[in-house]
């Protein structure tokens, strides 16, 4: 058993996978992920109504991209004003970079938006979703900085709790509202956990050089994220 653990192959080569095909099918617009995806999306559309729809604009609302840039800067700011600026840096590099690799996705995969029931007509490319992908970012952030070194489990297992249960409210509105296809979150989730696996990383090798630079003077502060 043991040896067969060994041999699987790292969790984040197979998610890389996972989207290397994901992006292929959609690119190419095979006819099979678009049978799924509008099969997969028949129980959210099912049933429209006024309350339903508002609530489902509500979330996609406070999700969009737009918003994500300002919950960016607020948590920027704030951790700069807190002497924390090392983080401060950190989160201005992996929002404001993966932001830009999720946009280059967009344009290289060009995957047309759904034409079936589309409550919320958007412009632009559709894959991979820029609302999950933003969320996706904001909400790991936040949980990685401020959640994860809670000493309390059961803290840091609620927070995970309502990461997970708000990322699934911000998949459905999309999907509910015609303005993505199931793949099209999918894509965003896988893409934001390859994103933040390479800049946790990198968190966690340069965070003592950086907080060193910025003091401008030695520090021998090792941060409690820096755990493996």
Same mark, same amino acid.
């Given at each position: 058993?043991?040896?067969?653990?060994?041999?699987? +192959? +790292?969790?984040?080569?197979?998610?890389?996978?996972?989207?290397?095909?994901?992006?292929?099918?959609?690119?190419? #617009?095979?006819?099979?992920?678009?049978?799924?995806?509008?099969?997969?999306?028949?129980?959210? #559309?099912?049933?429209?109504? +006024?309350?339903?729809? $508002?609530?489902?604009?509500?979330?996609?609302?406070?999700?969009?991209?737009?918003?994500?840039?300002?919950?960016?800067?607020?948590?920027?700011?704030?951790?700069?004003? $807190? #002497?924390?600026?090392?983080?401060?840096?950190?989160?201005?590099?992996?929002?404001?970079?993966?932001?830009?690799?999720?946009?280059?996705?967009? $344009?290289?995969?060009?995957?047309?938006?759904?034409?079936?029931?589309?409550?919320? +007509?958007?412009?632009?490319?559709?894959?991979?979703?820029?609302?999950? $992908?933003?969320?996706?970012?904001?909400?790991?952030?936040?949980?990685?900085?401020?959640?994860?070194?809670?000493?309390?489990?059961?803290?840091?297992?609620?927070?995970?709790?309502?990461?997970?249960?708000?990322?699934? =409210?911000?998949?459905?509105?999309?999907?509910?509202?015609?303005?993505?296809?199931?793949? %099209?979150?999918?894509?965003?989730? =896988?893409?934001?956990?390859?994103?933040?696996?390479?800049?946790?990383?990198?968190?966690?090798?340069?965070?003592?050089?950086?907080?060193?630079?910025?003091?401008?003077?030695?520090?021998?502060?090792?941060?409690?994220? #820096? %755990?493996?």
């Amino acid at each position: 058993m043991n040896r067969l653990l060994k041999r699987r +192959p +790292p969790a984040i080569l197979v998610v890389m996978g996972i989207l290397i095909i994901l992006a292929l099918l959609a690119h190419f #617009q095979a006819t099979p992920l678009t049978f799924i995806d509008q099969l997969l999306a028949t129980p959210l #559309q099912a049933t429209v109504t +006024p309350t339903k729809t $508002f609530l489902m604009r509500l979330i996609s609302v406070i999700a969009q991209p737009a918003l994500a840039v300002l919950y960016a800067i607020v948590l920027i700011g704030g951790l700069w004003y $807190f #002497q924390r600026r090392a983080d401060a840096l950190w989160v201005l590099l992996t929002f404001g970079l993966g932001g830009v690799l999720s946009w280059l996705l967009k $344009f290289v995969v060009a995957r047309p938006r759904p034409t079936l029931h589309v409550l919320v +007509p958007e412009n632009g490319y559709s894959f991979p979703s820029g609302h999950v $992908f933003s969320a996706v970012m904001i909400v790991s952030l936040l949980y990685y900085l401020f959640a994860r070194p809670l000493t309390k489990r059961w803290q840091r297992l609620a927070s995970l709790i309502a990461i997970g249960l708000w990322l699934g =409210l911000v998949v459905a509105a999309r999907v509910y509202l015609g303005a993505h296809y199931l793949s %099209d979150t999918i894509a965003a989730l =896988l893409l934001g956990y390859l994103w933040l696996r390479i800049a946790i990383w990198l968190y966690q090798h340069f965070y003592t050089r950086l907080q060193t630079r910025l003091a401008g003077k030695p520090s021998t502060m090792r941060h409690s994220h #820096q %755990d493996k």
